[in-house]
């Protein structure tokens, strides 16, 4: 059995009348501990691919087993259970909450499942300083260049110490030294913390640069 299971798993947009085939049987599995990089062409579906296998939209037929329990037959309750305590997201727009410091954005997810403040604010210290934002931590996003912000984004998908992470993108806007930082934070934290990751990018050389590399083709996920 692997960490997580993909099974036939097809996903299809209906809009003004006309059908579009996105995912079209896709399998794969994915073991605990694994850095795997998807590619692939604009509108090829990896962003679909992600929010399927993250919970955020439902698969037209198929699918998922993490550690053996069968995701797409979870009630809505169940499924929000999985996703808040298994899934951490990186989206390619950080979708920080502008009012709030960084420190408090990072805190925010534990906060709201009621972890004990103190714990949550230390937690969220100590991601922060992982990411080599210790000087940014009372700023507001607003306040923050777009690598940082994007540190930001990524310590606090990490906060609920997600079993799998799946980042979209997490360098898309950024400059290729900046996006090179992201990625060794993302092998560094893929070893420190064992967590799983899945990470779309366009960039072909930070793709080669992950243990596993897959490919969106078709509607299908290949090797690359
Ligand atoms: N909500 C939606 N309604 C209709 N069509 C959609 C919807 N979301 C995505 N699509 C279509 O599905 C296809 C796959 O989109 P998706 O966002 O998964 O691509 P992608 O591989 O992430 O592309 P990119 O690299 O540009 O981010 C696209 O052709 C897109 O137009
Ligand atoms: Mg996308």
């Not at 929000?80 to 502008?98: K, M, T, Y």
């Not at 534990?110 to 940014?136: C, M, P, Q, W, Y």
């Not at 898309?172 to 990625?183: C, S, Y």
Request: net charge neutral; proline share 4%; no cysteine.
């Amino acid at each position: 059995m692997a960490f997580l299971e993909v099974r036939n798993v097809y996903k299809s947009f209906f809009l003004h009348g006309k059908r579009i085939d996105v995912l079209r049987g896709v399998s794969l599995d994915i073991e605990q501990g694994e850095l795997v990089s998807l590619v692939g062409a604009s509108g090829a579906g990896k962003s679909t691919f992600l929010h399927v296998i993250g919970t955020l939209e439902s698969p037209a037929a198929g699918e998922m087993r993490f550690m053996g329990r069968p995701v797409f037959e979870m009630n809505d309750a169940e499924v929000a259970e999985f996703r808040n305590r298994s899934i951490g997201f990186v989206f390619q727009s950080h979708f920080l909450l502008p009012e709030f410091t960084a420190l408090e954005n990072v805190a925010m997810p534990a906060l709201i499942r009621r972890t004990d403040r103190a714990k949550a604010f230390r937690t969220a210290r100590e991601l922060l300083e992982r990411v080599g934002l210790s000087g940014r931590m009372e700023h507001r996003p607003g306040e923050l260049s777009g690598g940082e912000a994007q540190r930001v984004a990524l310590a606090r998908a990490l906060a609920l110490k997600p079993a799998l992470l799946l980042a979209d993108e997490p360098t898309g806007n950024l400059d290729p030294a900046t996006g090179e930082g992201i990625h060794q934070l993302l092998r560094d934290v893929n070893r420190e913390l064992g967590v799983t990751a899945v990470v779309v990018t366009h960039n072909e050389q930070l793709a080669r640069s992950m243990p596993r590399q897959l490919r969106l083709a078709g509607g299908r996920v290949n090797p690359a």
